[in-house]
């Protein structure tokens, strides 16, 4: 449809990596592409105006919380979570299946959860209220939000989980996700508000090679506009993220754009992923560790795979500390300010401190993803791997 479509325009010769332009309804993502995660329609401690000024393209927000707060009555009344957060890009939608599996399967309401064929009950963490979640009423919440981009509903296998209920959460994802693309395929992709949204299948299986290369089979043969990859692993280490995707990284077409749902491992991560022919990834830990004084820093400045491109600000050595969070970062933190200063602001609970180390981190990653582009493009991209992954 000509509100949605991907060209690659440049690629790796020795991986899958590749250089597209993800067109959407509402601007162009220039891939590979780190999406931040507007949980609630926030990105917490920047505003969206800052979130373009380092870099940002596209954010992801959680059908889950939006659900449940501010509710659809008022995002429909906003028009979407994108004018509802002033937001003027491109947005992606989860479908809720992760929260409702995992994040807030106990809590002080209890045993909030029970999951069926059906769809999942369970009761609001905001205020106790009962609630069904199935494939209709996901497709129905990421209508409503507007996201140019929205995911099937699942139900992802996890580490928590018997080896039983692992194959039922297996194939009841399937069982979803047909669900789920019969429903927007029923609308011609069409959400409330007129505009096309792009359904992707998620990809899961676990470390299982012979899962995930089976239900990836069964994603491509649905025709879904996009493949997404979930799970735990997914998100857990760059190793076992590398193992995941290179399994079936061969197995992708090349025509279809490739998110990482909740990608993991900062720049080692990051790599990996691309190399594999990921597209675009979401990380809510890069301004989380931001928050907890977790700042990244550059090859140049001593970044390199053992202490994980980054220094915990809050350690007491930097306490008279002048210079920059990264000296080679130009965001505006490390122009204005030094590391003794945030974090004096970070150890005082002072709102600007989290402000300040958020916007160097997703900076950070953005610059991270403008290089990878460019290098792509120049045929440089092992180089610039090696510079940074091989670096001590």
């Given at each position: ?11 790796d ?6 250089c597209?332009k ?18 609630r ?5 920047i ?14 927000s ?10 659809l009555?008022v ?5 979407g ?5 002033s ?23 209890g045993?909030m ?16 209220s ?10 129905h ?30 194939k ?10 019969s429903i ?45 990859f ?10 076992v ?7 079936i990284s ?41 928050r907890t ?27 008279e500390?002048?210079?920059?969070i ?7 933190a490390?122009?204005?300010f ?17 402000r ?11 610059d ?7 290098s792509?493009v ?15």
């Open positions: 449809m000509e509100e949605f479509s991907f060209e690659i325009v440049a690629k010769k020795r991986s899958k990596a590749r597209a993800l067109k959407t309804a509402h601007g162009v993502i220039d891939t590979p592409a780190f999406a931040p995660v507007a949980t329609a926030s990105v917490r401690s505003d969206p105006f800052e979130l373009r000024s380092v870099g940002s393209q596209v954010v992801l959680n059908a889950y919380h939006l659900f449940l707060r501010p509710g009555k995002m429909e009344k906003f028009g979570v994108s004018k509802f957060m937001w003027d890009g491109p947005t992606i939608t989860d479908s809720g299946g992760y929260q409702v599996s995992f994040v807030w399967g106990k809590g002080s309401y045993n959860a029970k999951i069926t064929d059906y769809g999942v009950y369970f009761r609001s963490y905001v205020d106790g009962k609630h069904f979640l199935t494939p209709e009423l996901s497709l919440i990421q209508s409503v939000l507007g996201a140019d981009i929205i995911m099937a509903f699942d139900q992802p296998m996890g580490y928590s989980y018997t080896d039983i209920e692992n194959n039922i959460a297996y009841r994802s399937m069982k979803w996700e047909e669900e789920s693309y927007w395929e029923k609308r011609k992709g069409i959400n409330i508000y007129g505009n096309y949204q792009a359904l992707y299948g998620i990809v899961h299986g676990e470390k299982d090679k012979k899962k995930r290369k089976d239900f990836l089979d069964f994603v491509v043969s649905m025709g879904f506009p996009g493949i997404a979930g799970g735990e692993t997914i998100g857990s280490d760059p190793k993220t590398a193992f995941v995707l290179d399994a061969e197995y992708l077409p090349e025509g279809k754009p490739v998110h990482a749902l909740g990608l993991g491992g900062g720049p080692e991560g990051i790599f990996a992923a691309v190399e594999a022919g990921v597209d675009t990834f979401d990380n809510s830990s890069i301004t989380r560790m931001a004084g977790y700042l990244f820093i550059y090859p140049q400045d001593g970044g390199n795979r053992q202490n994980k491109f980054r220094i915990n600000v809050l350690r007491s050595v930097y306490a500390d002048k210079g920059a990264s000296e080679s970062c130009t965001c505006p490390c122009l204005n030094s590391r003794g200063y945030i974090r004096h602001l970070l150890v005082s609970n002072e709102m600007l401190g989290s300040l180390a958020s916007i160097h981190n997703v900076y950070f990653i953005n991270l993803m403008k290089k990878i582009r460019s792509i120049s045929g440089s991209f092992e180089a610039l791997k090696k510079e940074w992954i091989e670096s001590r």
